[in-house]
């Protein structure tokens, strides 16, 4: 037995040899990029009003807490912060506001902070009607504006810049050097196009699961889940970002994150981390978890929000433990707002209009009513604020580009900044620095377009082209940053001529 352990231990030793030769020792840690992570709580109280509708709904139940994320990137001559709230989307008003004080409170210039909203259905008072925005307006107007639409809290909006400001100086007090490590993966089983081409030649958003009219989807998807992960000097990951494109209308019941807190969850709970997770919604106007193709059921609430969060948490797992990692990472950003016409409504229509919502709201089918209120607020909109403000920002952190634009935007359009963007990772970011509403793409206008994103309202009305004008500011300010390459994996030491002497052999047969 003693011969035998001898014998065990000199072959366990000399293979202990052979893997220490073929690995590759572990290399100096050094970089020349800082980071720091936080967060900040901004959930809504029971009562306040729940966004996301052309009428007013109120949260009655709580599920899990609403964040602001915050990352801060330094590469010792600029920096940059990088903020995703759990919001259905963020005013540009109090990203302006939040900039200036942020500028004043630890020197971040307010073209380098971007601020992203989530898209959660199941989240605060941030919209769609913003406090005093229709003042002005006749009392009918005023009416439908502040009684019968969805509005922002003001006390809310304030408590938004609160805590974003506040989320940022405590990130950028935590700054510590770190590794940068980036990638893509794939998800494609959560995220659906929800327009869908129908036999009489039209495309109709969401025409219901088994409709026989139903041909195919009428746009893509965007089955990458982008990944930024910052680990310093001992390995523990300080935080990271998440790109993915799909509405987070899961609402698993009462106020909530959305599908986001259980992709947060995923990854914390994965990586034994209490790291924090900024989520930067991808270009999603036209995607969401509802499968209009499938013949199976749905699932429940709370199951479908654990399942998109699940897997494309799963996924950026993947992503975060195979990524390579580098210390070389430069910031940088670039800034542009565009002044986008809206549509206008035909002076017919908004007369019909006028009349329709004269009438109460009708009990039952309410649709034409709130669409005639819809055209009378946008009507004002379009006397008192023909232009509107969409910035189209840029921020750069080692080899990935964040490329932001205000809207709710197609699928489409953030595959075509991909497709342009000299950057090895470049993640499109939606309903960041401000909110236009739906900008489809142009096709989705045309003879066989249409669809719920295309009808004319207050909150949707940007002119055909704004898309395509944003996509192409994107791409343009992108590329006027220097592409940083992907980082590689370390190479291994070079062949020593010593294979493992244990399995240097031909079968052995007797």
């Known amino acids: 037995m003693r011969k035998l352990a001898l014998l065990t231990a000199t072959a366990l030793g000399t293979f202990s040899s052979f893997l220490a030769a073929q690995t590759p020792q572990t290399p100096p840690f050094f970089s020349r990029v ?31 807490a609403c964040k602001v994320r915050v990352a801060v990137f330094d590469d010792g001559k600029k920096r940059a912060a990088i903020i995703g709230i759990d919001a259905l989307v963020v005013p540009r008003k109090v990203v302006l506001e939040a900039r200036a004080l942020i500028e004043k409170a630890c ?67 935590a700054k510590v050097p770190v ?38 989807y009428a746009g893509p998807t965007d089955p990458q889940v982008g990944v930024l992960g910052a680990w310093d000097a001992q390995g523990q990951l300080q935080g990271v970002i998440i790109n993915f494109s799909c509405h987070a209308t899961t609402n698993p019941g009462g106020i909530s994150a959305n ?74 950003s670039r800034q542009e707002v565009l002044k986008i016409k809206r549509r206008a409504p035909s002076p017919q229509r908004v007369a019909h209009s006028l009349e329709t919502v004269s009438q109460p ?13 819809e055209i009378v607020l946008l009507d004002y909109l379009n006397r ?59 096709e989705a206008f ?19 082209s704004a898309g395509r004008q944003l996509a192409t500011k994107g791409v343009e300010l992108a590329n006027k940053m220097s592409p940083a390459a992907a980082p590689l994996p370390p190479k291994g030491p070079p062949y020593l001529g010593k294979p493992w002497t244990y399995g240097n052999v031909r079968p052995e047969l007797e």
């Not at 992709?263 to 509802?290: N, R, S």
């Not at 993640?427 to 142009?442: A, D, K, M, Q, R």
């Not at 045309?446 to 055909?464: C, H």
């Open 34 to 64: 800082r980071a720091g992570f936080a967060q900040r709580d901004i959930t809504p109280d029971i009562g306040m009003e729940q966004p996301g509708g052309y009428g007013k709904s109120f949260h009655r139940t709580f599920h899990d």
């Open 107 to 173: 020197g971040i210039p307010g073209d380098a902070v971007l601020v992203c909203a989530s898209h959660s259905h199941s989240s605060g008072p941030v919209g769609m009607v913003l406090p005093g925005e229709y003042d002005g307006a006749s009392e009918l107007v005023r009416k439908l504006a502040y009684e019968e639409s969805s509005c922002a809290d003001p006390g809310y909006l304030l408590r938004l810049v609160h805590e974003i400001v506040s989320g940022v100086v405590a990130a950028d007090l």
């Open 179 to 216: 590794l940068l490590g980036a990638g893509f993966g794939h998800e494609d089983k959560v995220a659906f196009n929800r327009r869908l081409k129908m036999k009489n030649g039209q495309s109709w958003s969401h025409p219901g699961a088994g409709n026989p009219d139903i041909l195919e």
């Open 259 to 332: 599908w986001i807190y259980h992709l947060e969850k995923t990854i914390q709970g994965g990586l034994d981390t209490k790291a924090p997770v900024v989520f930067m919604q991808g270009a999603c106007g036209d995607v969401t978890q509802v499968d209009n193709l499938s013949p199976y059921q749905r699932p429940k609430a709370l199951e479908w929000s654990q399942l998109v969060g699940g897997r494309v948490g799963a996924e950026a797992i993947r992503v975060l433990l195979s990524a390579p990692k580098t210390g070389a990472g430069e910031v940088d």
């Open 361 to 373: 709201r009708p009990k039952g089918d309410t649709t034409d009513w709130i669409f005639a209120k």
């Open 384 to 442: 008192t604020t023909p232009l509107v403000e969409a910035e189209v920002q840029c921020v750069k952190v080692g080899p990935c580009c964040f490329v932001s634009n205000p809207a709710e935007y197609f699928v489409q359009y953030g595959l075509d900044i991909k497709k342009g963007s000299a950057h090895p990772f470049t993640f499109p970011c939606e309903l960041s620095n401000g909110i236009v509403g739906y900008v489809p793409t142009e």
């Open 446 to 464: 045309g003879p066989t377009g249409g669809g719920y994103e295309t009808r004319l309202t207050a909150y949707s009305n940007l002119e055909i």
